[in-house]
């Protein structure tokens, strides 16, 4: 019996998060992608070396960085970009089957998680918080779950023809998945994203008007009692403060602008990981790796405005309360112009050829989510991303295939169009 590819990819995504499970979540996202295709190995080669003249463009100007923290967003931020510039899927990958069964698993292991709390007797969002519907992440990881949900929705949405007793399934279970988890970034992105499918399906109209009755106290409750510290003292939402920030950066660091301050240099992952304010405000401590530091760049215009919070953790915890979001990551780690083409780049995948309303919804996700919230170098987000693009070229050459039986079938019986060029037939 022949094992899907999509069930070890998912469960390797799957696995809680240590710093050694890290190295599936990247290779899980290479294995899927076609290297032998020019416009794979071409794409990511012109991304190194524009990522390894950056990082010494940078080290030439004087600016500490750290190398450790370069690779290993490298590494992270493949997935993402993978999606967004096109590289070529494996033929052996199906990105509908992984969206679905890492659904599948996600809701299972959260299920696992609810019950070591005392599911069903007691209930997130009653008696105790939802961020632990997590997927067996732990702490952070209702994000993850919530993003995959998203994806979920959109795949399930997606599908053409009469819906199935598994395709409602799956809709449920994708549901729970972004609904259930206390990610109300993430929840508020993907609301505006999904909005695509209700022109064609009204019963979302009303299951989303059946969620939001449950969902809206919750999150009226949580605006009302969200920290507003980082907004008192700095005049502005955080989310407001990080556009200022690129412009200041961009200011005081004008090479900035054409190759960025770094991967991993900024407010990337292994940036944070780095950076000193993990000692009063992270869970867990950071891996201890040589030459991972806290870059020049972190230090000088990113550290200070968290440290200033350093006695007051929830002021900085929440993500609406963090002053960096994707894109003004990709603006100032990548540099301007190629954050643009990125970004042009999966408009033209998703949007222009996406086929329809799955390609719009996830670009409008990608847009909204990372306005708000850093999910460029998320490996799960990446990888959803890819499976989307991959689901989109499979159900492209689907179309063509049925195009052109369809064209072969209604010629069948018609006679052919004279040739222009053919010589007469003499006549007897």
């Known amino acids: 019996m022949r094992i899907p590819t999509a069930i070890p990819f998912a469960l390797a995504m799957s696995i809680p998060r240590t710093a050694a499970s890290y190295a ?3 290779a899980t996202p290479v294995l899927m992608v076609n290297w032998l295709a ?15 003249i950056a990082a010494g463009l940078n080290w030439g100007l004087g600016l500490l960085i750290s190398p450790t923290a370069w690779v290993l967003e490298l590494a992270l931020v493949l997935p993402f970009l993978a999606a967004a510039l096109g590289f070529v899927p494996a033929s052996y990958f199906n990105g509908r089957m992984l969206i679905r069964t890492l659904n599948v698993v996600l809701f299972a292991t959260s299920l696992i998680s609810l019950t070591e709390e005392g599911f069903p007797f007691l209930l997130p969002y009653i008696h105790f918080l939802p961020d632990l519907y997590n997927g067996g992440f732990g702490d952070g990881g209702a994000k993850i779950v ?16 009469r819906p199935t007793l598994w395709n409602r399934a799956i809709v ?15 929840i508020a992105a993907g609301a505006f994203a999904l909005a695509i499918f209700a022109r064609r ?23 009302e009692t969200i920290d507003n510290a980082f907004t008192e003292y700095y005049g502005a939402h955080p989310k407001l403060y990080a556009v200022g920030l690129v412009g200041q950066v961009y200011y005081n660091e004008p090479h900035a602008i054409l190759v960025g301050t770094g991967i991993g240099q900024f407010s990337s992952q292994p940036a944070l990981w780095a950076s000193p304010i993990n000692n009063w405000v992270n869970t867990h401590k950071p891996p201890l790796l040589p030459g991972l530091f806290s870059s020049e760049a972190h ?27 994707g894109v003004t990551q990709l603006l100032i780690e990548m540099g301007l ?9 999966a408009y ?62 209604g010629g069948a019986f018609l006679p052919r169009p004279p040739d222009p060029h053919a010589r007469p037939i003499p006549a007897e």
């Open 24 to 26: 599936a979540y990247v």
């Open 38 to 52: 020019s416009r794979s190995y071409t794409k990511a080669l012109a991304l190194v070396v524009f990522f390894a």
């Open 146 to 161: 919530t993003v995959v949900g998203f994806f979920g929705l959109a795949e399930a949405l997606s599908r053409e023809g």
């Open 172 to 186: 449920t279970i994708a549901g729970l998945n972004f609904l259930m988890p206390n990610f109300i970034l993430g």
């Open 201 to 223: 399906n009204r019963a979302l109209i009303f299951a989303a008007a059946a969620a939001a009755m449950v969902v809206v106290p919750y999150l009226q409750y949580r605006a």
């Open 299 to 325: 230090s000088e215009y990113l550290a200070p405005l968290l440290l200033r919070f350093r006695d007051r953790r929830f002021a900085i915890e929440s993500s609406a309360n963090k002053p960096y979001s």
């Open 337 to 345: 112009p190629l954050t643009v083409l990125i970004l042009y780049s």
């Open 348 to 409: 033209v995948l998703f949007w222009r050829r996406g086929g329809g309303d799955l390609g719009r919804s996830v670009f409008l996700f990608l847009i909204a989510i990372n306005m708000l919230d850093p999910q460029v170098d998320s490996p799960w987000f990446g990888v959803m991303l890819f499976a989307t693009l991959e689901a989109i070229r499979r159900d492209a050459r689907i179309r063509l295939t049925r195009r052109r039986e369809a064209d072969d079938d």
